[in-house]
């Protein structure tokens, strides 16, 4: 089908959550490039919003996934145990050094875990609260109560009432984190980079602060690192840059290349909080979804994670070059290891480079107000980054 066909079933058969959607519809696609339906390659920046780790048609993730179909089960449901899940709850666990798993199918889920876990524990302690800490201009997801966690008026308006009493403090308020962070609370949730407000990264005396208050009122510390963890910021977790390790940990994005799969990981005592029946789900942690999570985990080995930091730096690199070639136009460059963010001045709309990129065959994203936000695959190559600089370069001409 055309883009125009599929607009117009779209716009008869779809709620109308996504609006009209960019002008390319992608068929195919290899190594870290897109093919549209005419045939016309783009280099991918976006990865499916820092989903698709290992860029297309990776021969490996094929085959884990075959071996899978092959079995003949797909799917088979929680009241049965299932090799893969076991085998990706002991690989992650043995990975991040956490201590138990529970597998969700997306990323708002995974938070959703995440705050019922910390309400258990609350609960299990005879603490009546539903007090928790978030911080604004964040993003964790768009069911209720991880919508309720996002600290952005915007997202709530049409939804009130909001689950639970999150207290939202601004990003690298010290005085603020140590008046919200006490023990009636419930537990803390933050991203240590910001992605969808803008990629910003959190200070390091900041989060080093509140990993200590969490101690302190004995609640959990709850990272989402939906969008930067497996690796994203060439640690297999952004925790690590920071120095400091989580209570609980929330993945989703690139853990399953595509294939829908979230995880959430707790340390002792946190970890214990749930008993049977305390949570579920139909889905979660199925033998295809985990077979791709197995693939993946274990192709982001220590050889992959340097060539995203590698190539991560170079990116930052180029892109502050040119800032300082084009001041006027790009005010700022952050972020770590392959999620990176430019932020336009005024002079330039980051929706309207986003088109202007997509026409000449580059796919980006945006996020926060106006800032170009890139999450390449982590195969991204050298010669693909100087590719995308030169066109960012004669844009801002
Ligand atoms: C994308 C994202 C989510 C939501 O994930 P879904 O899979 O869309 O539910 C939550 N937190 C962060 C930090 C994200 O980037």
Redesign the pocket.
Not at 106 to 111: L, Q, V, Y
Not at 224 to 228: A, I, K
């Given at each position: 089908m055309t883009y125009n066909e599929l607009k117009e079933l779209d716009s008869q058969y779809h709620m109308k959550t996504f609006g009209t959607r960019l002008p390319a519809v992608f068929t195919g696609g290899s190594g870290a490039v897109l093919t549209d339906s005419a045939g016309k390659e783009y280099i991918d920046f976006l990865a499916g919003?820092?989903v698709n780790c290992l860029g297309y048609s990776d021969e490996g993730f094929k085959a884990a996934l075959e071996g899978q179909v092959d079995t003949g089960i797909v799917h088979i449901c929680n009241y049965f145990y299932n090799e893969p899940q076991a085998r990706l709850a002991r690989l992650l666990c043995e990975k991040t050094g956490f201590d138990r798993v529970f597998f969700g199918n997306?990323?708002?889920?995974?938070?959703e875990c995440a705050l019922k876990l910390a309400k258990k524990y609350a609960y299990g302690k005879g603490k009546d609260s539903d007090k928790f800490v978030a911080l604004k201009k964040s993003?964790?997801?768009?069911?209720l109560l991880?919508l309720s966690a996002t600290g952005q008026e915007k997202f709530h308006e049409p939804f009130r009432p909001t689950a639970y009493d999150f207290t939202y403090i601004d990003a690298n308020d010290m005085e603020a984190a140590k008046a919200a962070v006490t023990a009636d609370k419930c537990g803390v949730i933050l991203?240590v980079i910001q992605?969808?407000s803008g990629v910003l990264p959190l200070h390091g005396e900041f989060v080093s602060l509140l990993r200590a208050l969490c101690t302190e009122a004995d609640v959990p510390l709850i990272i989402?690192?939906?969008?930067?963890g497996m690796g994203r910021t060439g640690r297999l977790l952004a925790q690590e840059h920071y120095g400091i390790k989580a209570d609980v940990v929330?993945l989703?994005?690139a853990l399953g290349n595509g294939i829908?799969i979230?995880a959430c990981l707790a340390s002792a005592p946190f970890a214990d909080a749930f008993g049977p029946g305390d949570h579920g789900s139909t889905f979660g942690g199925n033998p295809l979804a985990c077979a791709a999570g197995l693939y993946v985990t274990n192709k982001i080995d220590d050889k992959m994670l340097s060539h995203v930091e590698r190539m991560g730096a170079y990116f930052s690199q180029q892109l502050e070059a040119l800032m300082q070639k084009h001041p006027d136009t790009i005010i700022d460059v952050r972020g770590k290891g392959l999620l990176l963010g430019a932020e336009l001045s005024g002079k330039a709309d980051a929706h309207e480079m986003q088109r202007a990129l997509l026409s000449q065959g580059f796919v980006i994203g945006t996020a926060g107000a106006n800032t170009l936000r890139f999450a390449p695959p982590y195969i991204i190559m050298q010669k693909q980054i100087d590719l995308l600089i030169e066109a960012l370069d004669r844009l801002f001409q």
């Open positions: 919003i820092a997306s990323g708002a889920e995974a938070n993003f964790h997801g768009r069911t991880a991203e992605g969808e989402d690192e939906v969008q930067t929330t989703a994005k829908p979230g």
